[in-house]
């Protein structure tokens, strides 16, 4: 069946440093492909997305690319912020599923000052 | 930003014990979910309903889960006869649509304890 693999955490980082959080995924179709952040005490929110092969998703300085040949969704960012600090959801999505997500295990990321 | 609502954020229940965990989805949406994450291990799915019936499920819904929409408003997830194995985070969601290109919006949980 389809799933996501990703980095494990927690990745420590200090403030302006580059981050990158490795996705991979597996799937029979064309799935969709989703960045999920979770902060503290909250639930899951978007952070970006793409469609299709070569789609580029970007919010709040998050940028990650839908690489088909590579199968792979890493989430980057050039200079993250003490409020970075979250856990970060690697997700797919077939289009013919109803909301049927495919999450990885979470990366936590720590920005320290 | 609309938010789903859950509660309660922590339930604490007795193995055997019959549990409902409660969710108000955003009030324009059509399409809710469940979803469950086991400490240490991923998100996972359980169950999607549309239009006050289950959509697809995920082979850890069995006969002891059940949701139901019993008004405009709320959506539950009902466990039967609660095992130590559904100890778990409790995610509830919802979205204006679907097709594997949605938004979904996320509530922030409802830990659960099964002593």
């Known amino acids: 069946g389809d799933s996501v693999t990703q980095m494990e955490g927690p990745v420590t980082l200090s403030e302006e440093a580059f981050l990158t959080i490795n996705c991979t995924y597996t799937a029979t179709g064309y799935p969709s492909l989703f960045w999920y952040v979770q902060y503290p005490g909250e639930g899951l929110q978007l952070l970006l997305k793409a469609t299709k092969a070569d789609d580029k998703g970007s919010n709040k300085g998050f940028e990650a690319t839908y690489r088909k040949e590579t199968t792979s969704f890493h989430l980057e960012k050039g200079s993250v912020q003490v409020s970075d600090s979250a856990v970060y959801f690697c997700?797919?999505?077939?289009?013919?599923?109803?909301?049927?997500?495919?999450f990885g295990a979470g990366t936590q990321v720590v920005v320290t000052p | 930003e609309p938010e789903v609502t859950q509660t309660p954020s922590h339930q604490v229940t007795q193995m055997g014990q019959e549990v409902i965990l409660r969710c108000v989805p955003i009030s324009n949406h059509l399409y809710f979910y469940w979803y469950r994450q086991i400490l240490g291990q991923k998100v996972e799915f359980l169950v999607s309903f549309y239009n006050n019936e289950i959509s697809e499920k995920s082979e850890i819904f069995d006969d002891q889960f059940s949701v139901e929409r019993p008004d405009g408003s709320n959506f539950t997830l009902k466990i039967r006869s609660t095992k130590l194995e559904d100890s778990a985070m409790y995610f509830c969601?919802?979205?204006?649509?679907?097709?594997?290109?949605?938004?979904?919006?996320f509530g922030s949980g409802t830990q659960l304890s099964v002593l």
């Open positions: 969601a919802s979205s204006e649509r679907t097709g594997g290109n949605e938004k979904l919006f």
């Open positions: 997700a797919l999505s077939d289009r013919r599923s109803w909301g049927k997500f495919q």
